[in-house]
Each structure stands twice: as C-alpha cells, then as structure tokens.
C-alpha cells in the first residue's frame, strides 16, 4: 500500500513540472477605452467647452484618456516637438551614454535657427544641462539643434531617431521633419500622440527640474548672461504645474502639453490649435482643475515592502519573499478608494532566485481596469527544490501522516 502512495506521488509531482514549465508568467494588459469611458467623456464634453481644434486630458501614470476633442487630428504642434528632443535627452542620460557634464561646441547651423533661442553664439560651448535648460524652459531652437547634432551627428539622423521613438511609443499619427517644431510641410502630430510622448518623459522624473523652472540665469564663460525665462506661464500662475512644454508658429498656433501634481495625483492637459495663448492656458487649467476635482491619490505599495511570501515546495521551508522595488501612488476616481486590487504575477519557471533579482509584478486594478504596476525583487538567494528535494518533502508527509 505505501509503494503504491509512492508511485502515485511521484506521478502526481512530475505532471505538475510540466504544468509548471509550460505555463510560465501571466502578463496582464490593460483594457481599452469601454463604451462607459466613451459615454463618460461624451457627457464631460458637455461640461466643457474647449474652444481649441484638439485637445486631451490623460491620468498619466495609467494612461486613462479623461477627456477627449479631436484627439487623433493631425496637427502641427510647433515646439511642442522638443519634448520629444527632452525625452531621447533623458533618455541617453539614463543610460550612461552622455551626462549633464558634457561639453557641446554650437555649431553654425544651430546659431543660425530662427524662432525662440537662447541666444547661443558660434563656437560657443556649453554643458548638456545648459542646453536642456535652454530647451526646456526658453524653449531654444539653437539649443534643440545643438542637442540634436550632439545626440545624432546631425539634425538629420536626429530626426530619425525621432521618428523611430514616436513609432516605438505607438505615435502612429505623428511625423517628424526637424528638431524644433518650425513649420515644415509633413511635420505633423496628435493631441494623443503628444500624451504618449508626454507621458514618457514623465517616468524621467528630473526634467521636471528644468520645465518646472521659472526663470533661470547661465553666467559662466560669457560675457553676457543667458537670461531664461520659461515660456510656459503655468509654472508660476498654475498650482502644481511643472511643465511640460509650450508652442506657436502662424500656422499651428497655440499649443501646450501642461502637466501638473496636487496632494500626489497628476494631471495632463494637451492642447492644439488654440487661438490665443490666453485661451490655450485657460483651456488646459480649467482640463486640470476638471481632472483634480475627479481623482485623488492613493499610496498602494511602498518600496521594499515586502508584498507576497512564495513558496518552493510543499514543506514551505524553501521560499523567498517578493517586495516592491519602487513605491507605487496611483490616481483614483473619487469615490473608487475601496475599489483598488492588487494581483502578484510571479515567474514561477526559474530554477533559482537571486537577491535583488526581478521576479514579477504586482499589479494594481480598479474596478477591474490595469491602472499600475510594480516591479517585484526577491529578498534572498535560494534554490527551487528538484525531484529528490520534491519526493523528500513528499515522502515525510507520507511518514508523518501527512497525505
């Protein structure tokens, strides 16, 4: 009679390894816009009156689109195009391929661009930060050219390497045609696509530091000071607002991606089209003030907190405990607090963890909807139990009455 319990465990334990290794990770995507959301924003458009050709207004950290006009027109968003010059700087310097230090010579061919500038001379050297700043809050056409030729060889092969970003994000209504947003024929995006972008540069949260910026002097190695002065007059007159970034030219008038933070939930405002850039600043502020009036924050994990016990084997002697490797705040509707879930995705098919090591995710929903994740790290070394381990374990139950 024992033999036989043995052989049956045994049987039972090597269909589970194959259930085990076939099975893997569950990767959960978030829904798309329901026919609620769609009914929900028809009957905000009846609340507000955007006078704008397009605009948007997102929950950035899980992408929900609140409201919408036009969102998939395309547009030209005149300098608004520099975000995506601010999200490939962030970019390289995240990735340890240039830093705020590095020095850049200004070409003839940046100094020579028309429009905003932040008064650059040839020959002129200047630091990485120097000319995010200049990008950022003056909103520089010769320091995006400066950038561009720094990041790509030219403005040329710069814009490539827009182009191949905004397809990697899903930008699928945008084309670029140069670096700084002046009138080009072909150069064309979206309120939508400008959220995705926005949103993107957003998770680099240290360029906030620059287009939250008022004002900012740069003295060192000129004669002149570089007076900034930051074109987005949101940051100073807006509560909370820290960019992102503001255009105009003849033909696209007024734009602005405006973003802005109260009490932890953050809003983003997209406007295209605008006729004044009065009405283009009112527009997104009353989006915002919509949008905060709408969704609250709330602290769903806190880093290194540990999240989910996982066990090895049946014994339960051999586990590792799964924490968060960052803190984790989401917006909220009001009134959906008690609607938050959390759910593990653990990769369960690796025969060994390492501390430190990514493990999974934890999911944040609400009301069944993906609105955030965490990444997940394990707190120790350890080892998955082979057959012999699993038969042991299995093995003393049977001894201790167990099965």
Do not use: W
Not at 76 to 91: F, H, N, Q, R, W
Not at 354 to 378: A, F, P, T
Request: hydrophobic residues 35%; charged residues 30%; positive net charge.
């Amino acid at each position: 009679m024992r033999k036989k319990q043995i052989s049956s465990i045994l049987l039972s334990m090597l269909l589970i390894m194959f259930l085990i290794i076939g099975l893997g990770s569950t990767v959960v995507k978030a829904k798309a816009l329901t026919e609620e959301d769609k009914q929900e924003i028809k009957s905000i458009k009846s609340d507000l009156s955007i006078n704008a050709k397009s605009a948007l207004l997102m929950e950035p950290t899980s992408g929900k689109v609140i409201f919408e006009k036009n969102a998939n027109e395309k547009l030209e968003p005149a300098s608004v195009t520099k975000i995506m010059d601010m999200l490939l700087t962030m970019e390289a310097l995240d990735s340890g391929k240039i830093s705020l230090a590095d020095k850049i010579t200004v070409s003839e061919n940046a100094k020579k661009m028309g429009g905003s500038s932040m008064l650059l001379d040839t020959g002129e050297v200047r630091t990485v930060e120097d000319l995010i700043k200049g990008i950022g809050i003056a909103s520089g056409n010769d320091a995006a050219v400066a950038m561009a030729e720094y990041l790509g060889g030219t403005e040329e092969a710069f814009v490539q390497l827009m182009n191949k970003r905004a397809k990697e994000l899903g930008m699928i209504n945008t084309q670029f045609k140069n670096c700084t947003g002046l009138s080009q024929e072909g150069h064309y995006t979206t309120a939508y696509d400008i959220a995705l972008m926005s949103r993107e540069l957003l998770k680099h949260s240290n360029i906030l530091k620059y287009t939250g910026t008022y004002m900012e002097t740069i003295s060192e190695g000129r004669k002149s000071p570089i007076e900034l002065v930051n074109h987005n007059k949101l940051v100073r007159f807006f509560k909370g607002c820290d960019g992102l970034k503001t255009g105009f030219t003849n033909s696209a008038k007024y734009c602005i991606s405006a973003t802005s933070v109260r009490d932890g939930a953050r809003m983003l405002a997209v406007i295209m089209g605008s006729p004044t850039y009065k009405e283009r600043n009112k527009e997104a502020s009353m989006l915002m003030n919509y949008g905060f009036s709408k969704y609250t924050s709330i602290d769903v994990v806190k880093k290194d907190n540990d999240i989910e016990k996982v066990n090895l084997n049946k014994a339960g002697d051999k586990f590792f405990m799964a924490k968060a490797s960052s803190d984790l705040k989401v917006a909220v509707e009001k009134g959906k607090e008690n609607k938050v879930t959390c759910k593990c995705v653990i990769n369960k098919n690796k025969r060994q963890y390492k501390k430190g090591e990514k493990v999974g995710s934890c999911d944040v929903y609400i009301d069944g909807e993906l609105r955030g994740k965490v990444d997940l790290h394990s707190d120790r070394d350890v080892k998955k139990p082979g057959i012999l381990g699993n038969f042991k374990d299995n093995l003393k139950n049977i001894v201790n009455g167990g099965v």
